[in-house]
């Protein structure tokens, strides 16, 4: 079945760098979904993104979903310790699956 | 609103044995879900349910699993009988519908011993 590759599964970043994880897919996707997990916690929802070349932004976080609908980012300007945990990409299976499958996800670290 | 309520939060059981899992997801949400989640892992999703009918089981270990979601409120998930492998956190989840953004539960960490 399709899966969402996400890259790097690692980032370590010193407070107040830049960071950055991608999602690949090697089909198109309908649209996709990105969620935050901190330590011990939940996954919680941040954005989805539907349309083609699609950019949208929340404060610090810059979301993008590539062209050919095939790859997305997700990047943070300026990362804080708030920003700590592990990022998800989250897509349907395959065409009208309802299947939303997740990424192995990115764990971000943030060194005061 | 109320979010996602998971119980219990923690359990520890050894194999072969039975446990019960329970959530009650948001009011009004038709589709509720089942995820499984390994240390380190993404989620896995077990079970869809749309209202109180399986969308989507395909990857539900159906020897071992069940669940129910009657009057399509509430579920459970069963697993009977455990093994090692099947320590990880159960996270239930809803949403309005499919393909629209999932509430997670706080989960329930399974510890088979």
């Known amino acids: 079945g399709q899966q969402v590759m996400q890259i790097p599964q690692y980032q370590h970043v010193q407070e107040g760098e830049d960071f950055t994880t991608y999602c690949n897919s090697s089909?198109?996707?309908?649209?996709i979904q990105w969620y935050k997990q901190r330590p011990g916690g939940h996954p919680v929802f941040l954005i989805q993104?539907?349309?083609?070349?699609e950019v949208k932004k929340q404060k610090r976080l810059t979301f993008q979903f590539g062209e050919a609908k095939k790859n997305s980012s997700l990047h943070i300007t300026a990362t804080q310790t708030t920003d700590v945990g592990t990022y998800f990409c989250?897509?349907?299976?395959?065409?009208?699956?309802?299947?939303?499958?997740f990424g192995k996800g990115t764990k971000l670290s943030v060194i005061p | 609103e109320a979010g996602v309520a998971q119980s219990p939060r923690y359990k520890i059981i050894e194999k072969r044995q039975s446990v019960a899992f329970w959530c009650n997801p948001i009011?009004?949400?038709?589709?509720l879900y089942w995820y499984q989640q390994i240390l380190g892992q993404g989620p896995k999703l077990l079970i869809q349910?749309?209202?109180?009918?399986?969308?989507?089981d395909s990857q539900l270990p159906k020897d071992r699993f069940s669940a129910e979601r009657l009057k399509g409120v509430d579920s459970t998930l069963k697993i009977q009988p455990a093994k090692l492998e099947d320590s990880a956190v159960y996270l239930c989840?809803?949403?309005?519908?499919?393909?629209?953004?999932?509430?997670f539960g706080n989960g329930t960490r399974l510890t088979v011993t």
């Open positions: 989840a809803s949403s309005w519908a499919h393909n629209s953004p999932l509430h």
């Open positions: 089909t198109t996707l309908s649209n």
């Open positions: 993104l539907v349309k083609s070349g």
């Open positions: 989250a897509a349907p299976q395959g065409a009208g699956s309802y299947q939303l499958t």
């Open positions: 009011s009004g949400h038709a589709t």
């Open positions: 349910f749309q209202n109180n009918g399986v969308v989507d």
